[in-house]
Each structure stands twice: as structure tokens, then as C-alpha cells.
């Protein structure tokens, strides 16, 4: 019935459908389901596999909705024109789901990916001690908990944010939540459907797909050298202005203090907000190290938000933010009755790894290998002639740009040296993309293969010949 | 300025806004301000106090929206007109924030709360040592986790699933979220803001509050003696409808099989959905234990969704839903790309607390104790002439009729004596409630205290004198 061997494994981990949209996903990327040709009838297929119709619907939806093939009324479904280069055709504007491939992503391709961090420090003798202290001492935490969060947390945060990035907030301002997103979506149901938003574009997917799943408006913004343009915010119609000034995602610019304060004109301007997102602000290299704007803020606009996801570990389901006091009531009267969203146990343990020192020392000490990875790093890319690098201030990635081939050049010649990378045009929606520039993340790159890795790329990137 | 004193705490663990909220919410419900009298201007209360404006602010934003205050226009703000009886003025639909109340509940106040659950039974140790030895041996769990959870999780549900409550699933239809409201707030997201949803009325007001939140079309239905009426759904044009078939909240009604069936074929009759939430369906003390309703749809129409946060303890942020497969990729497209919602130490402890058999074993104790309670409880108030008790078979509560008073005279009598209580009608919005029915939860309730409250309970309503 294929033109090819399927084999699923019923007792695999993986489950039957995913398997079976992998199989035939592969098909069709090698050619062995080329374009146009006809694949089995769901009823036929089940007969032919012995496996569920949810089993091949799930599998057949998942195939349509990343393109790869497509449906005809009355008819079936036929393999679609592929035209990758070993990659998952784009869905529509990234929402589709991209999820098999980037599960099975091997730990060699997060070498340099972005979202990858190192946890080799992770501090597993004293949280887990933390964690038994507190489950054998505090049974009240057993019963219900403030909806914000635990009072000694919120209140150690308020600290925090107060002496590393002078955010200027009182405890109960503060709301704590399982992970930035779970935030990201409070915020969108509190500033309602009427909102508008405003990207910076090239800019953050994650924000993207989650204004775009939940139907918002929004505008995307072109960056100059600062941030985000100012006067092209104010004629965009935005009420609510998403930001990464500390870092910029994915430029890694560091939006300078008079930037800063035009935005925050903007938004005393009407009724509009700025969501500030610090999200990786805890590692800091060169140049002046820049407070938060919600310190800046004299007129309560500001949103501050961070998480413990980049600065500890991805499955720390910890982050937080800062309300203006203006929004409290609103936040209050759409969550102030339901349990918060992280274990009153894990919120509890953080709250005595922040008070007492842990967080501090454990940042000291992974700041530092940051910073000598990176400077490992740099100084192995120097070795590439015409070579640029820009955005290196802070956080854990980097631009580099290299004239001497297009991006999709560069990035099929790192591909095929086994380093999968990432293209600065994949974050662009309106803006061009400057030329020849990727995105590096060293998050997950042990230092000591740091040398290696750049090794790899100049000789990938040296040679003449194009393929 | 007030004709009453203002006393605040800036020291105190209760934050200023509240604390002004609170103070002045008292005078109101105490006389003390009378109807009409004028507030001061926030400029001056701001003066007088030594606080912030946007403390001034955020408390009367609460005040506002309790209906404790009126804003006249470009004059200020009024007392309201109060005619509570030591409770606070109902918000519109039960949205607006009664979090300062409730967080204040003492642990007399919980003794007969439905949200309360028996916490005394948590096996502390058993989860301590599962967490200890999961943080020690598993560093594989710091890095990014599947979307839909654990996969070893995800088993272990499948299997306590349909094992307990017939559920017939595949690992990979389960998702885990940090709590109900998490998951509620996913399939909010995934149904689309066209979705009308229809309510059990009287109903489980967190989901209401959530869905006009969001902005949702809803349709309250009434109930007959079997929950949902089938033909009325029919014809409310509703395409979700959120049922609690297992021991419906609030009535205490278990769904017999033949209703299920006809509400099934309803669902099958579109792109209609059932959401079932099966709440607290872990305790079973009479009639037949009826299995889910997933269990019974042949055709994938039905949403499963529990919680341990209710058999285990309210901290326990780990709620679950079983996803139709035609569902599956539409909630990866949405949340396929983000980290679960619970961390992966606490989803993993929790994995290993059901595959080694402790909850099986908790469960028993917990369920032999609610047992025990319920029992002495349902003695204790036969002594009780012409009490009427409902809805007693499964949960961990049930609803008590008493026709010699009205229900604001019997929650009044009980309120008195110490022992705070709701009423039906609180949950009703199209229905008219039957009369003097009162909602008696007992998770709360030590078996040592049963007698003695019982006993009150039967003073309070016993004594002809009205008020």
C-alpha cells in the first residue's frame, strides 16, 4: 500500500501516533512518499497496522498541520511538495506544532542552542535538604496558600529584584507563577481582548505564539541600535508594549537609559503598560550594568518580570512578576480566589534558598563559568577572519555576523558540521534581517569543548567550495 | 476627617492596602460610616496616613468593586448603602475579589467548609524521601521536560485512571498542569472564543468565575434529580458542556448511566464537547459506583479532568486531563512548545507515589476516615427533627434541608453559633433554589469534633425564637 517499510513499535516509548507521523514525515522529506502521490485511507491504514483511527487521525492531522501533506475533499490525503533542507516546513506563523523534532533534539544540537543553560552546578544537596526540612516541618503548607504566593517568597523576591536590579516594589505587589507562560497568559486575560500589543521585532517566538493562540492584536515593531523605536510605539496604536531591555531577545541589545525613558513616556501617556521581561539579566559581562526599568518607572506603568527557568534550571517551573499597584485589584478580582500555581512546598524552599545566601553563592559561581566560557568563546571566534560579534554584554547568547556567505549558507555549512544553528531572519516578521548573522548560545556548551566547537565552525565556514 | 479611627500596622505581615480595605470596610458593615457619608479625597487620606497613593488607591479600587463605596463623578467617594449580615455585599456574578475575607477564614470558620480537606493523613515521610532520592539521581530532570509531563507520570494516571474510574486512555492523551484552573484556563484557550459553554446550575462557581473571565458565552441549565437535562442542552446552543457527573457540585447528585448516555449522544451530535470533571470522585460510600463518563464514549467527545489537590491536600498543585485524540494536536499547536506547568521533581515524586502503590494505600486510610466521619455526621444530625439529608454518597460533602426556617434564617443560626455555612441559593443563578438547603462539608471537620458540632447545629436551629 506505501511505497515503503513502516514499522511502528507498540511497547516503544514514543507513542503510536507519533511514530507514525515521524515515519511518514521521513518519507516524505528522503522522497520515498514523493509529491502528489496518494497515502492510505485512515480505515486502511488501521487495518493495515492494527493500530486505533485516534492513532492515524492524530497522526494525519499532525501531518497536515505542518504541511507536509495535504488533504483533498472527496479524495484523500496526498504527500505535499517538500522542498526543506532536513528541516520541518515552517507552519503558519510558527504556530503549528513543531514538538517531535524538538524533543528528540540531541544534546550535540543544543551545543549552541539558545534555550539550553547549564545546571552541572545545580545546587541538588541543599535544595534537597531544603525541601525535607520543609515537608517535615511546615504541615500548614499542606492547606490552601495565598494566591500570589507564599508571603516569605514574595517577600525574599522583593529583596532580590530590590538589590540586583533596583526594582522598587512592595512584597504584595508581587505574584509568583508556575513558569513565564502561565504569567504571560494572567497578563493577557487581565489586559483584555481590546489590547494591542507591540513586539519588538526581531523578537521573543514564545510571546509571539501566545498573544497570536489567544487572539490578540499586535504590532511589530522595528529595532535601531537602542530598542525599540519610540515614535514608530506611539503611532503603532499599541496599549501594551512588550520588552527585553536588559537583554534584548534575539539582538542582545542593552536598551540604554534614555530609551528607556522615552518609553516610559510613551506609557504615561493613555492607558498603556510595558511588560518588561528581565528574562536572563542575572548574567552580566561588560559595559554599565543597567537597573530595571521598572525602578525608572515614577508612574506604576511597568510589569517586571523574570524567572528562575534560565538563571537555575529549564525545569524549575518558578518565575515571577511585579504588579503596578493599579493592576492589583484587576489581578486580584480574575486570580485572587484560586491557589496559586507552583507548590506551596517548592515556593517555600525557594523562599530559604533566596534568604539564605544559596541563591546568591550559586549565582557567583555560574556567573563566573558564564563569563570565562564566554570569553573562551569569543576568543576562539577572533580566529575567523571578518567575523562580527555584537550583543555579548549579557545573558547566555550572541549575535555573529560573517559577510563572506549568505545566512542560509552559513547556516547549512554549521548544520552540516553536525552544529545546528539558528538564523537571525527566523525572528524577523517585518523588519529585513541584516545579513549574515546568527544566533550563538553557550548556555549548553561545556567550556572544556569550547575550542572544538569553534574549531568546527571556522572550517566549515573557511572553505570556498559551495555546495 | 473619619468619624471612626483609622488604625494601620506598617509593620504588620497584612499589606497596607488591605489593611485600609479591611478598616474601612468594617466601619461600613459596623455603622460606623453610614450610607452616604463621604469618604476622604485619596489625596488627603494620603496626608493623614503617612501612605502611599497608590496604597489610597488600590483600597479603594477594593472597596469599589465590593460595593462598600459609590464614585460619584468629579466629586468622590460615598459609603454605600450596606444591608449584609456580617458578610460581605455580593459581586457582580461573584467576580470581583473576596480574597481578603477568605484568606482570614480562621480554621473554626473551615470546620464545615466544602473546600476543606483532612490534610492529617499526608504521608510526609513517603514524599519527602521520594523527593530526596528523585533530586539526588535523576540531574536528567533540571533540563526541559515534555509539554504534556512526565511520560512515566503520564503512565502511572493512565493506569490509577482506568483502574479506578474506567478511563480508557492512552498515556499520551494525559496532560498535567499545576491545578484545575490551569488546565481549565488550557481549554478555555483551546476551545476558542466562539465556544458556548453550558453550566450545571446550581454549579461550581471557580469554573463560571474562569469562563467570564475569559469573556465566554455561558448557559446555565437547570438540573432534574438526574444533574443536566439532555433536551435543554440541546436546545441552549452550546457546543462545551461542564459536568460534574460523579458527585455533582453542589448537589450531590451521581449522574445515573441512562442520562450519561443521552448527554453522550448529544455531544456526538457536533462539534460538541463534555468536560467532566470528576472532582472528588476518590470517595464512594454508597449506591453504585458508577464509572466515568470517558470511559463510556466510544466516540472521543469527552474531556476527563481530576485533581489531587482534593485527595491528597490543597497544596498539591498536579491536576490532570485526558484529551480526546482529536484534540491532541490542536493543544500541542497551543502548548506543545512550553514547558509543563509543574516541576519535574514533583511530577516525578508524584509518578513513583502511584506506581509503588503509596496512594493506593493512602487513599484507603483517607477514605476509611471520611467514611467514619460522614457517618457519625449523618447520626448526629438525625437527632435533628424533619432534617433532610442529600447528595451523601461520594465527596467529602452533602446538603441538609430543614423546611422550619427559611435558609437566611438557618445560615444566620448557624453563623451565630460559631459555625458559618452556605446556602444554596449562592450557587443558583437561573434556577430557584428549594428552600432552607444548606451545603455541609465535612474534609474539615475532625471526627473528634463531630458530636459537639452537630450538637450546636441542633441548638442553633432547634430554638423557636427568630431574630
Redesign the interface.
Known sequence: MFSFTLSLDPRG?T????QLYAAIAEAIRDGALRHGEKLPSKRALCAQLGV?R??V??AY??LL?EGYVESRPRSGYYAAEYQGQGTAPA?VLG?????VP??KESAEAALLST?AVD?SL?P?AS??KL??EV??NS?E???????QGE?ALRAALERLLGEYRGVSC???QVVVG??M??LM?QLV?LF??EAVYAMEDPGYP?ME?KLL???RALRYLPMDGSGMDAEALERSGATVAYLTPSHQFPLGITMPASRRSQLLRWAVGGERWIIEDDYDSEFRYGGRPISSMQGMDRH?RVIYTGTF?RSL??????AYMVL???L??RW???Y???????????QTVMARFLAEGCYGRYLRRVGKRYADRRAALLAALETIPDLRVSGADGGIHFLVTLPRHSEAELLRRAAAAGLPLRGLSEFCRVTTPPPSTLILGYGGLPTERVSEVAARLKAAWDSEASH
Not at 15 to 18: F, L, Q, V
Not at 95 to 99: I, V
Not at 313 to 318: K, N, Q
Open positions: 516509548r507513542p503510536m501516533y507519533d486505533s485516534a492513532t487521525e492524530t492531522e499532525l498541520a507552519g504556530l503549528t506544532s513543531t514538538f524538538e524533543r534555550s545546571v545545580f541538588y535544595w534537597a525541601y525535607k515537608v517535615y504541615p503548607l499542606l492547606q490552601r496558600g495565598e494566591p508571603p512592595a512584597p504584595e508556575s513558569g507562560e502561565t497568559d486575560t483584555g481582548p514564545a505564539r493562540a489567544r487572539g506604576g527557568s534550571a529549564p525545569a524549575i517551573r518558578l503596578p499597584a493599579a492589583l485589584p486580584q478580582a480574575l485572587g480566589r484560586q491557589q496559586p500555581t507552583v507548590s506551596r512546598y517548592e
